[in-house]
């Protein structure tokens, strides 16, 4: 049963309940009519203490189709947050009018903290600075679902900034508790997997890379990545990475027929523009599923998808 | 060797590494404490060339949990009557509650009011915790 519970990353849930969250995206997708009022009289409460649209509007537009209500804020220096009031204080008052809460906040941990004072209300991470984003990481799973049929068995190339990348921790975490995942890493040695991620994985499920013209063949999923400024101090070592690994229609050529490319999006100049039409480039068709995994998420984190 | 006192009762913490003894006195808030306190320090040892005791006369408990973190090495002994009656040996402790803080400066802990941090033991031999928020890894003191 996931009612009632809070999503700070991905390890809170097992396998099969994110299986069952998997499939009332499906049920939704065909059927999104049927679900239109599932979350009526239910609210939403939309905490972001630092501004990401992307993100917040995913979440918004997920509980609108539900049929729900949304409250809150997005610019903290407007809110009592200013104020200097506790997050628990804040979170114990949102509860007394909400029904289910959705946190961004530039600190490590913030979401777990505040799922402590949460009695009732499900709380789910929309990303705690550098740590979690779990929901990306479902849309992540929803995506390799809906193009390649299951999660399992696949070769997935991930490339890019491999030591910073936190959406990618969690994808390669969660990946690796399906069944026969490789990894194939794909990164300057500078940007390489940090060792509290490879130490988690089978040494064999792995190999790691600087070339990735070497690799596509192999790949079923090629994930990519881009190089955040913000990480280095120095501009020119930030473009020299930067430009390290561009995906163009030439590289694409090398890769099989089948695979998918994905990037959590925004991108830099990682992916050239001249892939976009490649039926094989999904990263816009994986926004829209962003969407829907949350849609099914709050749903099931509410209790409501029978409602239907 | 300086002769202390022989105890009566309380506890004996022995085999505490050269020069841990007296961050074991401050962890331990053995100045707030009104019994007898004996630290010595650098006292010749054969086992491991120079170690720390402590000798504490109390009926007090001791929180073994920050004991192992300072130096799980070391041996405490309980005395009662003039007798030893218990000696057991520390080892690092699985989870830790509320004694260690977290130290990735982009941590919540570093900003909200946080009581009772709990951390996990992630690896023995370098003492590193894992900060139940934010997953950062952390050792109790600073390593030299
Ligand atoms: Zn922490």
Redesign the interface.
Known sequence: MLKGRHLIEPGDFQLNEIESIMQLADNIIADPEGYSLVCKGKLLASLFYEPSTRTRFSFEAAMLRLGGEIIGFDDPNNSSVSKGE???DTIRTIECYSDIAVIR??????A??VSKFANEMPIINAG????EHPTQTLTDLLTIRKFKGSCDNHVVGVCGDLLFGRTIHSLVKTLSRYQGIRFVFISPTELKMPA?ILNQLDPKSYQETTSLDEVINSLDILYMSRVQRERFVSEEEYLRLKNYYILDKKKMKGAKPDMIVMHPLPRVNEIATEVDADPRAVYFAQAKYGMYVRMALIAKLLGVEDRK | MINVSKLKKGIIIDHIEAGHGFEIYKELHLNDIDDVVVLLKNIPSKKMKQKDLIKIETDMQIDMTVLGLIDPNVTINFVKNGELYKKISLTLPKVVNGIMT?K?P?????????KEIKFFLVNEDKKQYR???????TTFIDEE
């Open positions: 506790s997050l628990g906040h530039p600190r490590e941990g913030t777990r903290l705690d600075g550098g740590h509290h | 977290c990735n982009r941590c919540i802990t570093q900003y909200e009011d946080v900060c139940e928020y934010c997953d950062a890894y």
